[in-house]
């Protein structure tokens, strides 16, 4: 069933020219370790600095957890890459996609934050379109770029929201206002 999903979806994405490879390349960037660490990094200074400790410190876990618990399960079922042609360099194993995982912790994570911070709707619907592409551009990119099978890509956005589906409950558990961010009034 999972090689059906698979080759399906791939007979569909994987067909290049120079310029879909020109715009996806940069694109699976955005959800590659370092830039995520970056972008994480100055999130958290920000948050930090605005005093918003709580959502700095969930921003951070999430990254973090989602990175190892993804790592984790790579060298446990070591699942190779597809074997046609990658487009980009993309070393160790497949499942789950690392860029999709860690996309997916990072921006949603900061869409969740930013609904609680931002008090027009306006600016909450454009953070949450901007992260919610990002991510689904990420994902796509790894499966058109030949270096990872949907159901990677699919494996990696569901550990990343079973870590912040989880992580959202325990920051709310010690009160009812999502991550206790500054402003917010029970």
Do not use: W
Not at 146 to 169: C, K, M
Request: net charge positive; with cysteine.
């Amino acid at each position: 069933m999972i090689q059906n999903f698979d080759s399906t979806l791939i007979s569909q994405i994987y067909h290049h020219n120079p310029l879909s490879l020109a715009i996806f390349r940069p694109i699976t960037n955005i959800g590659d370790t370092y830039e995520t660490i970056f972008v994480t990094a100055i999130f958290f200074v920000v948050l930090v600095l605005k005093k918003y400790y709580y959502a700095s410190i969930f921003l951070v876990i999430n990254k973090v957890v989602v990175a190892g618990l993804n790592s984790l399960i790579k060298n446990t079922l070591k699942r190779p890459r597809p074997s046609h042609k990658h487009y980009v360099y993309a070393g160790g194993f497949s499942f789950p996609s690392g860029h999709s995982a860690s996309s997916f912790a990072l921006y949603i994570s900061l869409l969740i934050i930013s609904l609680f911070i931002f008090k027009r709707l306006s600016v909450k619907l454009i953070v949450s379109a901007i992260c919610i592409i990002t991510v689904l551009l990420v994902g796509y990119s790894r499966i058109f770029l030949g270096v990872h099978y949907p159901s990677d890509v699919l494996g990696g956005y569901l550990l990343a929201a079973t870590i912040l589906t989880f992580n959202t409950l325990l920051f709310r558990a010690k009160d009812l206002s999502i991550l206790q961010l500054k402003g917010i009034n029970n």
